[in-house]
Nanobody
Framework: QVQLVESGGGLVQAGGSLRLHCAAS????????MGWYRQAPGKQRQFVAR???????NYADSVKGRFTIVRDNAKNTVSLQMNNLQPEDTAVYYC????????????????WGQGTQVTVSS
């Protein structure tokens, strides 16, 4: 199995910055895409950003120009630098990885972290 552990959430004022970090561990065969999703109270989980093993990135329109995703393939980590945070960015942020575990290398599936809370005050 592959485990994802997030860190870096917290409380920040509008206009401030936070950096989220996610580390993958366990019996990893390969990781293709790593990314971040978020879920605000009463809303569905939504895509924020993702990065492939080759470094290609995609962002939700709502965070373009404010958030930056980076990845360290050697360390199996992904980070999300969030600048100019706004109250509407308040949510639980989840790390996601599309990966294959060593005990089932033909089985490509999504893995999720436990989530980290980001709260932006106005």
């Amino acid at each position: 199995q592959v485990q994802l552990v997030e860190s870096g959430g917290g409380l920040v004022q509008a206009g401030g910055s936070l950096r989220l970090h996610c580390a993958a561990s366990g019996s990893i065969f390969s990781i293709n895409v790593m990314g971040w999703y978020r879920q605000a109270p009463g809303k569905q989980r939504q895509f924020v950003a993702r990065i492939t093993s080759g470094g290609s990135t995609n962002y939700a329109d709502s965070v373009k120009g404010r958030f930056t995703i980076v990845r360290d393939n050697a360390k199996n980590t992904v980070s999300l630098q969030m600048n100019n945070l706004q109250p509407e960015d308040t949510a639980v942020y989840y790390c996601n990885a599309g990966a294959r575990a060593s005990d089932s290398p033909t089985n490509y599936r999504d893995y999720w972290g436990q989530g980290t809370q980001v709260t932006v005050s106005s």
